[in-house]
């Protein structure tokens, strides 16, 4: 261990044990920084029977900070354990943060790629010049302690014509190979995925580069590619895309396009379908386990004008709850990972037909079935309107307004609401809008307006221990 890492170790632990005040708008049922800063979920897996969320995260600042790897990991997606900071920026290719990346399962240990963020000093823009984004291994035995960290890509290792923006490794397992892709910013300041290839997790070769045919924003954040039922989809965090309709209104958007062919040679991508209508939600990735695959989001959006008042209170942001992807028609849905279901506890029914009032407890989830014309929940309303679901924020949205997804007609609603983060998923998951908001403390009513059954639970929150 290094002097800067044993420094680092020690502030992070007095940081963490001085903990935050008391504070209502603490989630229950997301899991959120113990103090200060989070953003993407990282490495998400199942290792050795236990799922393991890392998470980039500045213990030290609020509002942001040099980026470590936060840690949680649990048996069953309720239980968790808050375990010590995996990765700390403490080598000279990573000293300005551990960004994002995945980690790759073996048999021997787990092994996590990401990328090792570097500003060097002088009058430089830091997009063409003076940012070294290095392509960093770190290697666990066991997925608790890091056993090794190596410099395998540097800037002058990616191919001709990128910037210095080349970052969020994934990396996966195929037909006896290894593969990586990383988003890219070109010196055109178009997006791009650069695909590689290894025969040994260690030595990589760049094999493709894959575009849209005409630009679609300047740099792809946060690329993640898998295939799902025969098919394959790559999942974007576009910086730069335009701003315009449903599902692109926030700062940067969020989705996935379905690809056709071999990423790995000829192939060609579709349509940009965006993920999430609401205002928080960025940077997912996804991983596979028990024959699924899971997505963990941010629920959070990089420079956007609203803010979080929990910044001034030491901590913020959170991530969205485990959701199962199915891939439906040629669409991806999202559900609330079944597993959460464990955390119901005490179910109200309500049949409406016409307008109901409904009672809601600190943390819940409502699972609406019937015709929904409109809903209002404390600080949130919901409508239909020509062809669209509004969404806005009436109170505690500090900057947040209204969003529209394109949604016919409302059949089923599923709202897993806790104390500052609302996610919404739509007729099965067609269709999901998460956001933070802040609604005054004590309001607890719902009011419905169409026909149908309703059901409220009450939501435990999840156990975590140090
Ligand atoms: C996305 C992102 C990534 C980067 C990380 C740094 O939110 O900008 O591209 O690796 O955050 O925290």
């Given at each position: 261990?290094?002097?800067?890492?044993?420094?680092?170790?020690?502030?992070?632990?007095?940081?963490?044990?001085?903990?935050?005040?008391?504070?209502?708008?603490?989630?229950?049922?997301?899991?959120?920084?113990?103090?200060?800063?989070?953003?993407?979920?990282?490495?998400?897996?199942?290792?050795?029977?236990?799922?393991?969320?890392?998470?980039?995260?500045?213990?030290?600042?609020?509002?942001?900070?040099?980026?470590?790897?936060?840690?949680?990991?649990?048996?069953?997606?309720?239980?968790?354990?808050?375990?010590?900071?995996?990765?700390?920026?403490?080598?000279?290719?990573?000293?300005?943060?551990?960004?994002?990346?995945?980690?790759?399962?073996?048999?021997?240990?787990?092994?996590?790629?990401?990328?090792?963020?570097?500003?060097?000093?002088?009058?430089?823009?830091?997009?063409?010049?003076?940012?070294?984004?290095?392509?960093?291994?770190?290697?666990?035995?066991?997925?608790?302690?890091?056993?090794?960290?190596?410099?395998?890509?540097?800037?002058?290792?990616?191919?001709?014509?990128?910037?210095?923006?080349?970052?969020?490794?994934?990396?996966?397992?195929?037909?006896?190979?290894?593969?990586?892709?990383?988003?890219?910013?070109?010196?055109?300041?178009?997006?791009?995925?650069?695909?590689?290839?290894?025969?040994?997790?260690?030595?990589?070769?760049?094999?493709?580069?894959?575009?849209?045919?005409?630009?679609?924003?300047?740099?792809?954040?946060?690329?993640?590619?898998?295939?799902?039922?025969?098919?394959?989809?790559?999942?974007?965090?576009?910086?730069?895309?335009?701003?315009?309709?449903?599902?692109?209104?926030?700062?940067?958007?969020?989705?996935?396009?379905?690809?056709?062919?071999?990423?790995?040679?000829?192939?060609?991508?579709?349509?940009?379908?965006?993920?999430?209508?609401?205002?928080?939600?960025?940077?997912?990735?996804?991983?596979?386990?028990?024959?699924?695959?899971?997505?963990?989001?941010?629920?959070?959006?990089?420079d956007a004008d609203y803010t979080n008042p929990t910044a001034e209170a030491?901590?913020?942001?959170?991530?969205?709850?485990?959701?199962?992807?199915?891939?439906?028609?040629?669409?991806?849905?999202?559900?609330?990972?079944?597993?959460?279901?464990?955390?119901?506890?005490?179910?109200?029914?309500?049949?409406?037909?016409?307008?109901?009032?409904?009672?809601?407890?600190?943390?819940?989830?409502?699972?609406?079935?019937?015709?929904?014309?409109?809903?209002?929940?404390?600080?949130?309303?919901?409508?239909?309107?020509?062809?669209?679901?509004?969404?806005?924020?009436?109170?505690?949205?500090?900057?947040?307004?209204?969003?529209?997804?394109?949604?016919?007609?409302?059949?089923?609603?599923?709202?897993?609401?806790?104390?500052?983060?609302?996610?919404?998923?739509?007729?099965?998951?067609?269709?999901?809008?998460?956001?933070?908001?802040?609604?005054?403390?004590?309001?607890?009513?719902?009011?419905?307006?169409?026909?149908?059954?309703?059901?409220?639970?009450?939501?435990?929150?999840?156990?975590?221990?140090?």
């Amino acid at each position: 261990m290094n002097a800067l890492q044993k420094d680092l170790k020690k502030l992070t632990a007095l940081v963490e044990q001085a903990g935050l005040p008391e504070d209502s708008r603490r989630l229950r049922f997301h899991l959120m920084p113990p103090v200060g800063w989070l953003n993407d979920p990282n490495g998400l897996c199942r290792f050795r029977g236990e799922y393991h969320v890392f998470y980039q995260y500045a213990p030290f600042d609020a509002e942001g900070g040099i980026k470590f790897w936060g840690h949680y990991k649990s048996p069953d997606l309720l239980r968790w354990v808050q375990c010590p900071v995996m990765l700390y920026s403490d080598q000279p290719y990573d000293v300005h943060g551990v960004y994002s990346g995945s980690a790759l399962c073996e048999e021997d240990g787990m092994y996590l790629y990401y990328t090792g963020n570097v500003k060097y000093m002088g009058g430089h823009d830091y997009i063409r010049t003076g940012r070294g984004h290095n392509t960093v291994l770190a290697y666990s035995p066991d997925g608790m302690t890091l056993g090794w960290k190596r410099l395998l890509m540097e800037n002058k290792d990616y191919p001709a014509g990128v910037t210095c923006h080349v970052r969020d490794p994934k990396v996966w397992k195929q037909d006896g190979r290894y593969y990586m892709v990383q988003g890219a910013r070109m010196q055109d300041d178009a997006g791009a995925l650069l695909v590689f290839e290894s025969e040994n997790r260690l030595d990589w070769k760049h094999i493709n580069t894959i575009q849209t045919a005409e630009p679609f924003g300047y740099m792809w954040e946060c690329p993640d590619l898998f295939e799902l039922d025969g098919r394959w989809f790559l999942l974007l965090s576009p910086q730069g895309a335009p701003r315009s309709g449903p599902g692109f209104e926030n700062v940067y958007a969020c989705g996935y396009f379905p690809l056709e062919g071999d990423f790995r040679g000829a192939c060609t991508l579709g349509t940009f379908v965006p993920l999430d209508y609401g205002f928080d939600f960025y940077a997912p990735q996804t991983f596979h386990a028990d024959g699924r695959r899971l997505l963990v989001g941010w629920q959070g959006m990089p420079d956007a004008d609203y803010t979080n008042p929990t910044a001034e209170a030491g901590w913020q942001h959170c991530l969205t709850v485990p959701r199962e992807i199915t891939c439906e028609n040629g669409r991806l849905y999202q559900r609330p990972a079944r597993e959460l279901e464990g955390l119901r506890e005490g179910a109200q029914e309500y049949r409406f037909d016409g307008a109901a009032e409904i009672e809601l407890e600190q943390s819940s989830e409502l699972f609406i079935t019937g015709n929904v014309q409109a809903l209002t929940l404390p600080g949130l309303a919901l409508r239909r309107e020509s062809g669209m679901l509004k969404l806005e924020i009436t109170e505690g949205g500090y900057g947040r307004t209204c969003r529209t997804a394109p949604v016919e007609s409302v059949r089923q609603l599923q709202i897993l609401m806790d104390t500052s983060a609302a996610e919404i998923f739509v007729n099965g998951g067609e269709t999901v809008l998460s956001t933070r908001w802040y609604p005054a403390d004590g309001t607890r009513r719902a009011a419905l307006q169409g026909s149908g059954t309703a059901t409220v639970y009450g939501l435990r929150p999840l156990e975590i221990t140090r």
